[in-house]
């Protein structure tokens, strides 16, 4: 079936002109909503690894980890070039020497052709920035910014400790350095209506990001968030409602935005609710179907 958005394969495919694959690296950092800087007890959907794999905790070092990642998507995709993605916590919340020695052994790592830093708008500078720039006259450098609403009142809600105009501020920080920017967005978060998930996207559109991650918020085991579901507080998407959502926002999307992802990827043995977010390649397969129903496709009704 026809993919009718420009997803994240066929732009590492321009550019390498082969199979690219991320490998998720756990650096071992913290976060400011964790550390007691912002908070101790993090956003309401977030699990003590911060959404990682747990990889640092096990003795791991990045050199390991992207060694047995390779490994693992050369066999199964028949991946020739490869990204670090540095997912868990915060990754540009550190000193500058270490996060320099951390970038600097996953680019040692062969066919690492680059970068993909995910981090917080709150947590870079311009020495940050400007280190990170240093790597794009080589390698392919994405910062991944988490946004998740763009609505100051769900962000303060869910505890993310930032603003929406801290995010704009980062965004423009970064841009004309040759540094990519992605930013997550999340569907389903309490208290918001179709009309604020619309304005999300409309937002992160208007702003000239290179590329988006579309994130069901699903409820992980022992979250603050398990508890307002548990109490009855809380309601999930079920499937149908997310589908079309992301329908629409990739409707008003930029055609050239990088769709880097359209739903998450729950750990099995940590999800709570909804069930229906291990159908990861059911809601994929829907969301294609829906837009050939709608005879549509990412940028239709993108206003310039």
Known sequence: MEKRYYDLNTYLRSI????????????????PNRDGTLSTGGCIYCNPNGSGTGAHQKGLSITDQ???????????????????????????Y????????????????????????????DCVNDAVLNLIETYTRDHLVWLEYGLQSAHDDTLKLINRGHTFD???????????????IC?????GLPNE???????TAKAISDLGIDGVKIHLLYVIKGTQLESL???GAYTCLDQQEYTDLVCDILEILPPQMVIQRLTGDPHPHELAAPLWSMKKSETLTLIRKTLVERNSRQGKYYAH
């Open 16 to 31: 390498f002109n082969c199979r690219v694959q991320k490998i998720s690296v756990d650096a071992g950092l913290t976060c």
């Open 66 to 92: 992207l060694l047995k990642g390779k490994a693992a998507l050369e066999k199964r995709y028949k991946a020739k070039k490869f990204l670090a993605y540095f997912q868990s916590y915060t990754n540009t």
């Open 94 to 121: 550190a000193p500058i020497d270490i996060l320099k020695r951390l970038y600097d052994e996953a680019l040692a790592v062969d066919d690492v052709a680059g970068l993909s830093i995910g981090t917080r708008p």
């Open 166 to 180: 801290c995010f704009k501020t980062a965004v423009q920080k970064t841009q004309n350095r040759n540094i990519r």
């Open 183 to 187: 930013a997550h967005i999340i569907l």
């Open 193 to 199: 209506n179709r009309r604020h998930m619309m304005d």
């Open 229 to 231: 579901y548990q109490s």
